[in-house]
């Protein structure tokens, strides 16, 4: 059962494989490749770096590149269930992705959907829109389907969702809280290379101040944490005397209505 653990320099244990979705550009060359470091705007990313694309309404697109760096695209129309279509991708002069001065779309057959606006956004934001496609697409999906485009990345066996907005709640580490949230320490190899993670909770809990262990209970039953309706984290009090074995029904001596978990996501380094 996982304990109180003090906070720790926050790091991945881990890099992430480069990659993207398609796009216009044909795929440069290295001396290319390191001209494009530089961004023509702000507001713009490159297609080819593309790791991960959720869509949480018909006009608002969240996607994740492979330098860990998250992004917000609105659509200037509605344009709902692009990315469930066959062979999304988003497109651009010289494979940019920019805001209201590019000429970027996001196109699946013959449905084109013009970029509005493009604006880089935190993991807190990110997790929520991540999340809302979920939601959005709980009801209609298919049990095996997935609900974002994972690009060029190998399915973990066991986890189904996005470390994006997921913790596998199997391999928790530690656990502390800041005051508000709750700190957990995963290991990184099993969530995605992150090794630390922020779970908020919905209201206040007073019980994470007051006891000494906690797990995380998914509405399903299952190990997959991420703030969906039902997921919570339960805390116990462990007044043993000593390090003595028990089992799960011993340790959970003390009741807990728990407290329920409303988003999950990495925290990354500065």
Known sequence: MPRRSLPLALSLA????????????????RARHAARTTAPAADCFDARRMREAFQSDARTLAIRLDDESR???????????????????????????CGASGDARLESGDRQC??????????????????NADRALS??????????????????RGF??????CLDARYMRGWHDDGNDLIVEVSPVRNGGNRYYRVELGSPCAESARMSEMHLESRIG????????????????????????????????????????????????E
Not at 76 to 93: A, I, N
Not at 160 to 165: R, T
């Open 71 to 97: 992004w917000r695209v609105a659509l200037r129309q509605d344009c709902p269930g692009m990315l469930r279509s066959p062979h999304p991708r988003l497109t651009g002069p010289q494979g940019w992705i």
């Open 222 to 269: 299952g190990h997959v944490i991420c703030g969906n309706a039902g997921d919570r984290a339960r805390f116990s009090h462990d007044d043993s005397p000593g390090p003595l074995l028990r089992s799960d029904a011993e340790q959970w001596r003390i009741p807990s209505a728990g407290c329920v978990v409303s988003r999950v996501y990495p925290i990354l380094p």
């Open 114 to 131: 013009a970029v509005a606006a493009v604006e880089r956004i935190d993991a807190r934001d990110y997790a929520g829109l991540a999340l």
């Open 14 to 29: 881990c890099a992430l494989a480069a990659a993207g979705l398609p796009a216009r550009a044909e795929t440069p060359t």
């Open 160 to 165: 189904q969702a996005s470390h994006s907005y």
């Open 139 to 156: 009801a209609t999906r298919a049990p095996d389907e997935l609900d974002t485009i994972e690009v060029r990345a190998t399915k973990r």
